[in-house]
């Protein structure tokens, strides 16, 4: 089955670690996205990529680092510098018609 | 830059009634809009994309209308069911974004036995 596969599915990070969130599709869609999501509250963008080897920061990137060396993966790495990372962190992809698909998420913690 | 609201921010209701939960944008020059799902610590489903040239779409007891013009969508959910408890999450694209959503805070939905 084409899906989105996101792990781990539940990270803990210590104060001034950096740690690194997967995301892999299947879908061969060009576009992929990483969103943030607070308690009660909507998602923001923290970047995006269209297509490989090129990606962009959304709206809220500081303290986030990305890269797209494969259609298939966007990885995002957590730095020391993202100063509340304790979040729930969804990925999605998209192919260049409309639609969205997202992966069922990680939840990120800073112990 | 496009912002999202959703109305009411949390709803609580019996068995069988029926529901219209509202999303309003700023951007009326959108490209579509999704209506999402999102069931407790999981990822989003999406439920209905309607395209800018359109009214509303439906699939099975959902029903989301688009007034691109006055910046609204409305999702009517028919006959609820304690199986609809959930997060719906409305995302318009707008034209100048290249495929990028804003996402509307939410209307967090419990549907009581």
């Known amino acids: 089955d084409g899906g989105i596969t996101q792990s781990p599915k539940y990270l803990f990070r210590k104060e001034g670690q950096n740690v690194t969130l997967s995301c892999e599709q299947n879908?061969?869609?060009?576009?992929m996205y990483w969103y943030r999501q607070d308690p009660g509250q909507g998602l923001r963008l923290i970047y995006y990529?269209?297509?490989?080897?090129?990606?962009q920061k959304g709206d809220i990137a500081e303290g986030y680092s990305v890269s797209r060396e494969k259609k298939e993966s966007f990885p995002l790495t957590v730095t020391s510098a993202q100063k509340n990372p304790t979040a729930f962190y969804l990925c999605?992809?998209?192919?260049?018609?409309?639609?969205?698909?997202f992966g069922s998420g990680t939840r990120l913690t800073v112990v | 830059k496009q912002e999202v609201t959703q109305i009411p921010a949390a709803l609580s209701v019996p068995e069988g009634e029926n529901l219209v939960l509202n999303c309003s944008f700023t951007?009326?020059?959108?490209?579509?809009l999704q209506w999402f799902r999102q069931d407790p610590g999981k990822g989003l489903t999406s439920l209905l994309l309607?395209?800018?040239?359109?009214r509303e779409q439906t699939s099975g007891r959902l029903n989301a209308s688009l007034d691109k013009s006055s910046g609204r969508s409305t999702l009517y959910i028919a006959a609820s069911q304690p199986g609809d408890s959930a997060t719906y999450l409305c995302?318009?694209?707008?034209?100048?974004?290249?495929?990028?959503?804003?996402f509307g805070g939410g209307t967090r939905l419990m549907v009581k036995p």
């Open positions: 999605a992809s998209s192919p260049r018609a409309p639609g969205y698909t």
């Open positions: 879908l061969n869609h060009d576009a």
């Open positions: 990529s269209q297509i490989v080897n090129d990606f």
């Open positions: 951007d009326s020059a959108i490209y579509n």
């Open positions: 309607i395209q800018s040239s359109q």
């Open positions: 995302a318009p694209r707008a034209n100048n974004a290249g495929n990028m959503l804003t």
